[in-house]
């Protein structure tokens, strides 16, 4: 029996085997930072990285986060922003619509179910609220699916358009529903460990600017009776916040720093993934993909 291939792992291994990956990923954490440029840089370079690897060209990253060497990295980094930003758009307002049909009737309800003893409607009118959570969550990582999909369909076609036809998306994502399954699971497992692991550092941090603001102002609280327009000791409270607004910003470039590396590791994982449908015999956008033609392929 044929194993299935670890698509994450997979492009894990092509990102860290990579020649500049981790100065890479904080250049991109950095650009992170700058509004819609910064995303549209990540990704033109991430998915025009993907599309080569679905074309089968295994290559390590390319040298250069500006190079452009292709001449479509801003228009590619900017289709795939678009896609990007209508699928978020879409979870965004059904939870808002959720939330009005549903919410609105939960809250108004509850104290009513509760004053007149019927408990089980009391509860179920304040559970519609998580029920409203999970659906958007679900809603959320559907369409991440087809965000990620589309985007190595807009870096192949080179159109904006072969990102959001979904009807071929939906096609490519039956026929390997393990394969993208696992990708979503592993991207969603990444993410949430970043997440953790930067609450962590940030808690660490406070504490321990929490424990040596104490002692340096528990030490120096009789400094302003020697100075006295407490100059010195002003100077020494701009000195420790200043260290530590520097110290929170570098943990928070480092988390967008990993969370840039998780988005080249995804883009890999789906154009490795995008392989497998013989990327070499399609033909237009709109065109039957090969398996739909040759149930064999």
Not at 113 to 140: D, E, K, N, R, Y
Not at 221 to 236: A, K, N, Q
Request: positive net charge; hydrophobic residues 55%.
């Amino acid at each position: 029996m044929n194993e299935r291939p670890n698509y994450m792992k997979l492009a894990w291994d092509d990102v860290r085997h990579s020649q500049g990956w981790r100065s890479k990923s904080l250049i991109f954490g950095l650009l992170s930072f700058v509004p819609v440029f910064g995303p549209m840089v990540l990704y033109g370079y991430s998915y025009g990285w993907a599309r080569d690897v679905a074309w089968g060209v295994r290559e390590p990253l390319p040298r250069r986060v500006f190079g452009n060497e292709d001449g479509r990295l801003y228009s590619r980094g900017f289709y795939v922003f678009v896609l990007f930003f209508v699928c978020g758009l879409i979870p965004m307002v059904a939870s808002s619509l959720l939330a009005g049909i549903t919410g609105m009737h939960g809250v108004a309800f509850l104290g009513f179910w509760q004053g007149h003893g019927m408990m089980p409607l009391a509860w179920f009118s304040s559970s519609i609220g998580l029920v409203t959570f999970v659906l958007t969550i679900a809603l959320s990582l559907a369409v991440f699916l087809f965000a990620v999909v589309g985007s190595v369909r807009i870096a192949l076609y080179d159109r904006m358009s072969a990102g959001f036809q979904f009807g071929k998306i939906w096609a490519m994502i039956r026929r390997d529903t393990h394969g993208i399954m696992g990708i979503l699971g592993r991207t969603v497992l990444a993410i949430a460990l970043i997440i953790v692991a930067s609450c962590v550092v940030f808690l660490l941090v406070a504490l321990l600017a929490a424990l040596f603001g104490a002692i340096l102002f528990g030490g120096l609280s009789g400094l302003s009776h020697y100075d006295s327009h407490g100059i010195g000791f002003m100077l020494l409270v701009m000195a420790f916040v200043g260290i530590m607004l520097l110290a929170f910003a570098a943990v928070g470039v480092l988390c967008a720093a990993a969370s840039s590396c998780v988005a080249l590791v995804v883009a890999r994982a789906a154009g490795l993934w995008v392989y497998q449908f013989d990327v070499a015999s399609w033909r237009g956008q709109d065109d039957p993909l090969p398996f739909e033609t040759d149930p064999r392929v």
